[in-house]
């Protein structure tokens, strides 16, 4: 018994492509659903049918890991009976590096494959330019064999992106989880930046929406947007040490928030919108067919 295709809803690559391509600096991770199908040419083979994704909070800061916890994964697993579906496998992005899998990925894959041999691992290549200039992004399914080393292998999996031009609300939820998610961990780094404990929520608490700092007799303040409200905690102004730390801490972290803004924010937005419009015309005409 062995998977000899995964089958890719259009849906899922999109959530994956935008997430991909959310952060060049390190790599991101999410979980799939969907289910096993029997070959048609050999029932005992399996095609992987994946519909829908989840995204995977990262727990190894180091820029080239991921990984899944046994927590994650047993929410995962849970979340996906709701859906009627099972968690099918996993996908990660390789940012400016190419599509196959390192050794890493392999020994993950290979650990995964004892819960199920039909476990399946994706991986998108990105950030990664031709000699024209052109943006170049590549997938590709895999799973691992060993050897009688205990060597990890590669083995390719032919891969079908299944056209599906509707949107999920899972899926959607996803897409709006993803700005909150890398604002949380950018305020989670701010407060551990300026010494606080990095839980935002609890050192968030009671303080005011903004704050405004008196630094070398000129006012600093911290902007939220309208919609996200953003609280700094109390900070000893006193010490030259910890302004300096403060102002360069709030410098980082006012750019890395405009850069969710113009990554994530902005192009989701116009996309959903997009789509938004072309669902309305798409009524109309049938509007039209139907009176007709």
């Known amino acids: 018994m062995g ?3 995964v089958h890719v809803s259009t849906q899922v690559i999109y959530f994956n492509m935008v997430y991909a391509l959310s952060t060049e600096r390190e790599e991101v991770m999410t979980l799939l659903y969907g289910n096993w ?8 083979d399996s095609i992987v049918r994946i519909e829908a994704v989840t995204i995977v909070k990262r727990l190894d800061k180091r820029k080239d890991r991921v990984e899944i916890s046994p927590e994650t994964l047993s929410n995962a697993i849970g979340e996906a009976e709701k859906l009627n579906m099972r968690v099918v496998g996993w996908l990660h992005s390789h940012p400016r590096l ?11 894959q290979l650990n995964m494959q ?25 997938l590709i ?5 060993q050897n009688e080393a205990g060597i990890p292998s590669l083995v390719e999996i032919p891969t079908t992106i299944i056209p599906d031009w509707r949107m999920s609300q899972h899926c959607i939820d996803q897409l709006t989880t993803l700005p909150r998610m890398f604002v949380d961990d950018e305020r989670t780094n701010f407060l551990t930046s300026i ?3 990095g839980d935002a929520d609890r050192d968030m608490q009671g303080a005011p929406p903004h704050r405004t700092w008196s630094v070398s007799g000129s006012n ?4 939220s947007s309208s919609s996200v409200s953003i609280r700094t905690p109390a900070l000893d102004m ?12 709030s410098s980082v972290y006012s750019t890395n928030m405009l850069e969710i803004l113009d990554r994530i924010v902005s192009p989701l937005y116009l996309s959903i919108t997009e789509r938004n419009n072309a669902v309305k015309k798409q009524l109309e005409i049938l509007r039209q067919q139907k009176q007709r």
């Open 195 to 197: 010494g606080k404990s």
């Open 220 to 223: 600093f303040r911290l902007a």
């Open 37 to 44: 199908d029997s070959s048609p040419s050999n029932p005992s």
């Open 114 to 138: 004892q819960l199920d041999p039909r476990w399946i691992g994706l991986i998108i290549s990105c950030f990664n330019s031709d000699a024209d200039y052109s943006n170049r992004i590549q």
């Open 98 to 108: 190419i599509v196959m899998p390192s050794s890493v990925d392999l020994r993950t």
């Open 238 to 249: 006193q010490n030259p040490a910890e302004r300096v730390n403060a102002l360069y801490a």
């Open 141 to 145: 399914s895999f799973q691992s064999a």
């Open 3 to 5: 998977v000899v295709a």
